[in-house]
């Protein structure tokens, strides 16, 4: 990896990986390259970004305590904008540099996705984006059937978040990162789609592979609960968090991070030809 790639990653790392976020280097030409002009980010190629997701930790590292930090003021999505509030620290931590955050759930005026954020996963190198067309002589006729993204160490217990894109930033040279094909045969790969897209429900999609963390019980409970029964779920019944350096936040006013409406209708699913399944969260 090139030196300043690395020094940007770890210096982003440091601001995000504590409180459960995982960061991956890409060249935006790599991520359009896949995509018809509509849905290309508008740099130069070699332009520098990075992949952002969500490890089972974040939960318990960044979901809760952002919560606890803002006393559960009304908020449009609590996991939305404690994400928000850790991507706006990126950008503090780097006020030398142009930086512009896109979250997954982000769209144009004309509900076109900004991000297409499976792709970008794919391109990173951080998680296998299975689609139909990576099953041969697939059995699902003219059902239509969205692809998903797969982590080699949490299967599908995982979420991505946006990207951090760094406009001026230019690394022609930067190596490209292939995912994991870690479900590589056809059998488990029509297991995988078919559990996505018709059983998303019982969350087995997420266990294709063993994966080193699942989401605990509590998180699976809020993830499983309406959107707008969630934070009085939070209220009753959230456990404290431990208290380890870095954990707390500064206390201020949150009602510069709700979400734009509206948001990105297919999330971290799927290209544009494609409807995705109802939300099984994230």
């Not at 689609?131 to 797969?150: H, K, L, N, Y």
Request: with cysteine; proline share 13%; charged share 20%.
């Amino acid at each position: 990896m090139e030196p300043q790639v690395a020094e940007l990653k770890q210096k982003i790392e440091d601001t995000l990986c504590p409180f459960g976020f995982e960061v991956y280097p890409f060249q935006v030409a790599w991520y359009n390259a896949l995509l018809p002009p509509a849905f290309h980010l508008p740099l130069p190629g070699p332009t520098l970004a990075f992949l952002v997701l969500s490890t089972p930790a974040m939960f318990d590292r960044a979901l809760k305590p952002f919560l606890q930090s803002c006393h559960l003021q009304p908020l449009t999505d609590p996991v939305d904008q404690c994400v928000a509030y850790h991507l706006s620290r990126v950008k503090e931590s780097l006020p030398e540099l142009q930086i512009e955050v896109i979250a997954d759930y982000e769209v144009h005026p004309n509900r076109r996705p900004k991000i297409l954020a499976q792709t970008a996963a794919h391109v990173a190198g951080a998680a296998y984006y299975y689609q139909r067309q990576d099953v041969e002589a697939d059995p699902w006729g003219t059902q239509r059937i969205s692809g998903v993204c797969i982590h080699p160490r949490f299967g599908g217990w995982f979420a991505i978040r946006g990207v951090v894109l760094l406009p001026g930033i230019e690394v022609p040279d930067l190596p490209p990162r292939k995912p994991l094909d870690c479900v590589p045969s056809r059998a488990d790969r029509i297991t995988l789609l078919e559990r996505f897209n018709f059983h998303w429900r019982d969350w087995t999609y997420r266990d294709v592979v063993t994966p080193q963390e699942r989401y605990s019980e509590e998180q699976k409970a809020y993830f499983s609960t309406p959107p707008a029964q969630r934070l009085a779920l939070l209220g009753l019944g959230l456990a404290q968090p431990s208290e380890e350096p870095g954990s707390t936040f500064p206390e201020r006013h949150f009602t510069t991070l709700i979400p734009k409406k509206p948001q990105n209708p297919s999330r971290a699913w799927l290209g544009p030809q494609v409807s995705p399944p109802a939300s099984p969260g994230p």
